[in-house]
C-alpha cells in the first residue's frame, strides 16, 4: 500500500473472522473503486484503505449481513474524500438547462446518421467502451458515485441513501441529474467525433 | 423505437392522468424500480396510449444498458487479495 497506515491493535481471531466476512467482497470492491477512480494502481489503493479502515472499525458492525453495503460506503466515502481533486470534471448547467437538456431529441434534430432507419440505437452503438466510462469519469463525485453504486451494484434507492449518508430524495435528484451530465458528454463526445455535422452543433 | 417519425411530445394528453413531461420526468425512476404502486399504473396507462413516450422509455433503457454493460466485468489484479491479506495483517 503506498499510504502509510497506523497498525490495527486487533486479536488473530477477529482479523480472521474480518477477512472471513469481507474479503468474498473483493470483486465487487474492486469494481466499485475502479469504476469510480478509472485507474487500476488507484482502484487497488482505494481497495486496500477501504479495508484496513473496516478491520479498524470492525466492531461497530452489528450485523454481519451488512457487510458489503458497509464496505461501499466506507470506499464510497474515501473515493469522494481523496480522489476528488485528481480528474477533469465537467462545468455544469444551470439545473434548468439540464432538465431540458435530451439527447433523444438531439438526435431526431440533428440527425447524425441519415441513413439509419434504427437512428437512436445506431447512435448508441457507436460509443467505444473507453468513451463511455470516460464520460462517466467526468461526472463531479457527487453524481458519479451513486450513478457508478447503482449500475455495477444494482443497489435500491433506501440502500444507496444509507451508503452515502443523505436523503432518498437527494439519492433520486442526484441520479436524475447525474444521467443528464453523463447524456451531454456523450453527445459532446458525438460533437467532437464530427458525427453531428450541422451548424447547432457549433453553437 | 426504430420508426422514424416526427420528434417531440406533441400528442394531447389532457384527457389522461399525465401529460408526457411528466411520465418523462419518471423514466429514471421507473427504470430504477423504484417507482410504486398507483404511480406505476398511471405510468404505464400512459404508454399504452403514447408511442413517442414508449420509444423514449426504450431509448433510456437501452442507455442504461450500455453503460451498465460498459462498467461490468473489471477483472481482479493477480495477487491483490494476498496484498490485502498481507496489509490486514500489519
Sequence with gaps: ????????????????????????????????????????????????????????????????????????????????????????????????????????????????????????????????????????????????????????????????????????GTVMSRLHRGRKILERELWDYAIRQGWVRTWKAES | MGLRHSAGMGEDMESRKLSCTQAVQQFFVYLDNALKGDDVADLEAHLEACLDCCERLEFSRKLDALVRTRLAGASLPEGIEQRIRRTLAG
Design chain 1, 1 to 168: 500500500m503506498r499510504s502509510t497506515a497506523p497498525q490495527v491493535e486487533m486479536d488473530a481471531e477477529s482479523r480472521e473472522r474480518f477477512e472471513e466476512q469481507a474479503l468474498p467482497h473483493l470483486e465487487s470492491l474492486y469494481r466499485l473503486a475502479l469504476r469510480l477512480t478509472g485507474a487500476a494502481a488507484t482502484a487497488e489503493d482505494l481497495v486496500q484503505e477501504t479495508y484496513l479502515r473496516a478491520l479498524r472499525r470492525f466492531s461497530t458492525l452489528r450485523d454481519p449481513g451488512r457487510m458489503k453495503p458497509w464496505l461501499c460506503q466506507i470506499l464510497s466515502r474515501l473515493a469522494i474524500d481523496r480522489h476528488r481533486s485528481a480528474r477533469r470534471e465537467v462545468p455544469l448547467p444551470a439545473p434548468e438547462e439540464l432538465d431540458r437538456f435530451s439527447l433523444y431529441d438531439l438526435i431526431w434534430e440533428e440527425d447524425p446518421l441519415p441513413y439509419s432507419d434504427r437512428l437512436h440505437d445506431d447512435f448508441l452503438a457507436q460509443f467505444p467502451d473507453e468513451e463511455v466510462r470516460a464520460a462517466l469519469l467526468a461526472l463531479p463525485e457527487a453524481y458519479r458515485v451513486p450513478l457508478v453504486l447503482l449500475y455495477t451494484e444494482e443497489l435500491s434507492y433506501r440502500e444507496l441513501a444509507e451508503i452515502l449518508g443523505c436523503p432518498v
